[in-house]
């Protein structure tokens, strides 16, 4: 599984970041998130998915 944020769509309201830490960061900017590690197994990356208001994340 790969995840993916589309950077278009990301807000940067950090839902992803507050859910899994784990697998998501903020940019050095602060505005928008980042994948910390795209090849994560952790449990709590389909929380971020359905966490995420602007829908911007995927997995693959």
Do not use: H, L, R
Request: proline residues 3%.
């Amino acid at each position: 599984m790969a995840i993916v944020i589309d950077d278009d769509a990301c807000m940067g309201c950090e839902a992803c970041v507050e859910t899994c830490p784990d697998a998501f960061e903020m940019n050095s900017d602060g505005d928008k998130a980042i994948v910390k590690d795209a090849d994560t197994e952790a449990d709590c990356v389909d929380e971020a998915v359905d966490a995420c208001p602007a829908e911007a994340i995927s997995k693959s």
